[in-house]
C-alpha cells in the first residue's frame, strides 16, 4: 500500500475572478469553530440568527429566508422547480451565461420556456419584456440583477412591477449583487431571490441564501404536483428552519459559522457604506485601468463595480495572460464564457477584495503584463 500523499498546504492567492472572492480571516477563524450537531439547541439558535441577519441583507420580512445547502447555481435551481409546475408559461431574460442557466433549469423543470436575448455585455428595457407577458398567462419572469459573464448591472424594480402587472412572479438571480450594489427585496417587490455566500458577501462558497415572498410561497403550497427535486424541495426543508425543526438533511454546520460571521461582517460595516466601497473601488480601477489603455466591455452607467469586465488588448492572449499574472504575480482573475470567451478579462473586486490596496496591486501587475 502506497503512503498517503502529504498535507495539503494550499499557495496563497489574490483572488481577484468572477469568484471565490479573498475571505476576512475572521470568516475564516469562524469555519474551525467546534462542530455541532444540526438539532443542538446551541446550533438552532445560530440558525435564527443568520435568517434574521439575511432578512437585514436581503432587506425582507420574507419568512421563507435561510440558506440552501449547496452553492449559487443550487439556489437559482431551488427558487424555480419550487415555482414551476409542468406546462407554467416561463419568460427569462438572458444577456450572459447565467440568464442562459435559468434558462435551462426552467424547462428541466417542466416549464414552457420563451427566451428573451440580449446582446452579451447589454441589458433589457420593460418595453422589450412586456410585449411577452400582455394577453398570456405566464407564471414566472426570471432576470439576473448583475450578469457575472459580461459585468452587465440590469436594473429589476421596474420589471417586478411588469410581472406583477399582468401576473407574474418574479425570479431575481442577486449572486454577485448581494452585499456590492443595492437590492431591496420588500422595496421592489421581488418574489423569490438567490445569492451565493462567496461573492460580496465574502465567504467561502457552499451556501446559497434565497428568500421567497409570501406570493412566491402561496404558488407553492397551491402546487398541484410534487417538486422535482426532493432535496431542493422547500415545502420540507422550511419545517428545519422554521418552528417545526424537522429533520430533512445533515446541515453543512461549519458552512453556517462562516455565513454567520460574513453577515455579521456586512451588518457592522452597513450596508449602504459596503455599496459604497465596492462603488469606490471601481472607481479607482476604472481610472487605473483607463490609464492602461483597457476598455471596458459594458457602457458606463451600466457596469457592475464588483465585476469589471474588460477587452483584451489586441496581441494579447486570455489564457497566458491570466497565467503570466497567476504564476508571477499570484493574482488570480477570470475569462470570458460563452460569446466573450477569449475576448474578456473579469477581474472581481468583491467583499473583502473591494479595498484600495488590492486594487492598486492588480493595476500593478496588470501594467507589468501590458507592457511586454
Not at 494550499?10 to 483572488?15: A, H, T, V
Not at 475569462?335 to 492598486?360: P, T
Request: aromatic share 6%.
Amino acid at each position: 500500500m502506497s503512503a498517503a500523499p502529504p498535507s495539503f498546504i494550499p499557495p496563497s492567492r489574490l483572488l481577484l475572478g468572477p469568484g471565490p472572492s479573498p475571505i476576512d480571516p475572521r470568516i475564516l477563524q469562524a469555519f474551525t469553530r467546534p462542530t455541532l450537531g444540526h438539532l443542538d439547541p446551541v446550533f438552532l439558535k445560530l440558525m435564527d440568527e443568520v435568517r434574521g441577519m439575511l432578512k437585514q441583507v436581503f432587506r425582507t420580512q420574507n419568512e421563507l429566508t435561510f440558506p440552501v445547502s449547496g452553492t449559487g447555481t443550487a439556489g437559482m435551481e431551488t427558487c424555480l422547480v419550487n415555482l414551476i409546475e409542468p406546462g407554467d408559461e416561463v419568460v427569462v431574460c438572458v444577456q450572459g451565461y447565467f440568464g442562459a442557466r435559468m434558462a435551462d433549469i426552467a424547462g428541466r423543470a417542466g416549464g414552457k420556456v420563451t427566451v428573451l436575448d440580449a446582446k452579451w455585455g447589454e441589458g433589457f428595457e420593460p418595453g422589450q419584456v412586456e410585449p411577452l407577458l400582455k394577453d398570456r398567462n405566464v407564471k414566472l419572469l426570471c432576470i439576473v440583477q448583475a450578469e457575472t459573464s459580461t459585468g452587465y448591472h440590469q436594473p429589476v424594480k421596474e420589471f417586478a412591477e411588469l410581472a406583477h402587472k399582468h401576473g407574474a412572479l418574479i425570479v431575481v438571480d442577486a449572486v454577485t449583487s448581494t452585499g456590492g450594489i443595492p437590492l431591496e427585496v420588500d422595496g421592489w417587490g421581488i418574489d423569490a431571490v438567490y445569492t451565493g455566500t462567496q461573492k460580496c458577501l465574502g465567504g467561502p462558497p457552499g451556501l446559497s441564501p434565497i428568500s421567497l415572498s409570501p406570493r412566491a410561497v402561496e404558488k407553492l403550497d397551491k402546487r398541484k404536483s410534487k417538486v422535482q427535486s426532493w432535496y431542493l424541495d422547500m415545502s420540507l426543508v422550511r419545517k428545519y428552519w422554521g418552528a417545526d425543526r424537522a429533520y430533512h438533511h445533515t446541515a453543512p454546520i461549519n458552512n453556517i459559522y462562516g455565513l454567520h460571521e460574513s453577515l455579521r461582517i456586512v451588518l457592522d460595516e452597513g450596508l449602504e457604506a459596503r455599496w459604497q466601497r465596492h462603488r469606490e473601488a471601481h472607481d479607482r480601477f476604472a481610472k487605473g485601468a483607463a490609464a492602461l489603455g483597457l476598455d471596458f466591455q459594458v457602457k458606463e452607467g451600466r457596469r457592475l463595480p464588483q465585476l469589471n469586465a474588460v477587452k483584451i488588448p489586441a496581441g494579447f492572449e486570455d489564457k497566458p495572460g491570466r497565467k503570466e499574472l497567476l504564476e508571477k504575480h499570484g493574482i488570480e482573475i477570470g475569462g470570458g464564457l460563452g460569446d466573450l470567451a477569449g475576448k474578456v478579462w473579469r477581474i472581481g473586486l468583491m467583499g473583502y477584495g473591494a479595498r484600495s490596496e488590492v486594487v492598486d496591486q492588480v493595476l500593478v501587475a496588470l501594467k507589468a503584463l501590458l507592457k511586454r
